[in-house]
């Protein structure tokens, strides 16, 4: 079964501490992996996309990095509207219908 | 500018009633999907369609109906067949052939 796990659930960092969230994945063949940023009450607002394995994307303090198992969302020098929660998202290799796999996500915290 | 809209905001149904979110996307995009979110739960997809007039099941269908009769437009009704359906409410939108989904800003549904 296709399936996304983030971690942690919660995170709490103090402004300026890097830290890194994980989304491991089991799918039947890799098509994209995708991390969106949601604020409460928000729709998410997509940040990147990733297709095989070592490939790497960067925006201001985030970069995305991919493995065959697992994607790493690194925030580094956090500041406090970073604060928001990280969805992590697969498409399978077998699926042309665009539906998308999300984990629970990633709540972040970032305290100045 | 382009975008997706949802309306209303808020919603507020009571028990029996159908009611009816709106998804409107200006960005011509060819694909267009509804997801559920619940607290502590990822997105699920309830449906999607990837041309006009044209729309599948997703995993979580029962209790739902859509209709796709302009490319603009993917309303979603929630009927009363839908045992729980307070949640927060995504439609999202995609190129055809191209794994991007936009979301837009959504629509909180509670049912009294």
């Known amino acids: 079964e296709d399936q996304v796990t983030q971690s942690p659930e919660a995170l709490r960092l103090q402004e300026g501490e890097s830290s890194s969230l994980n989304c491991s994945y089991t799918?039947?063949?890799?098509?994209?992996l995708f991390w969106y940023r949601q604020d409460p009450g928000k729709g998410p607002e997509f940040l990147f996309t990733?297709?095989?394995a070592g490939e790497e994307k960067e925006k201001e303090r985030l970069k995305a990095t991919l493995t065959k198992k697992e994607s790493f969302l690194h925030i580094t020098a956090p500041k406090p509207e970073d604060s928001a929660t990280y969805l992590c998202?697969?498409?399978?290799?077998?699926?042309?219908?665009?539906?998308?796999?999300f984990g629970q996500g990633t709540t972040l915290q970032v305290k100045p | 500018d382009g975008g997706i809209t949802q309306s209303p905001k808020y919603l507020f149904r009571k028990e029996g009633q159908n009611v009816t979110l709106s998804c409107e996307q200006n960005?011509?995009?060819?694909?267009m999907y509804w997801y559920r979110q619940d607290p502590g739960q990822g997105l699920r997809l309830i449906y999607y369609s990837q041309i006009v007039n044209d729309f599948q099941k997703g995993d979580i269908a029962e209790g739902y109906s859509v209709s796709r009769e302009k490319k603009e437009s993917f309303p979603l009704t929630v009927t009363s067949a839908q045992k729980n359906p307070t949640a927060f409410y995504l439609c999202a939108s995609s190129i055809r052939g191209h794994n991007e989904q936009f979301f837009g800003p959504g629509t909180r549904l509670t049912v009294l």
């Open positions: 799918v039947s063949g890799l098509r994209g």
């Open positions: 960005l011509n995009h060819d694909a």
């Open positions: 990733l297709y095989s």
């Open positions: 998202a697969v498409q399978a290799g077998w699926s042309n219908t665009g539906k998308l796999i």
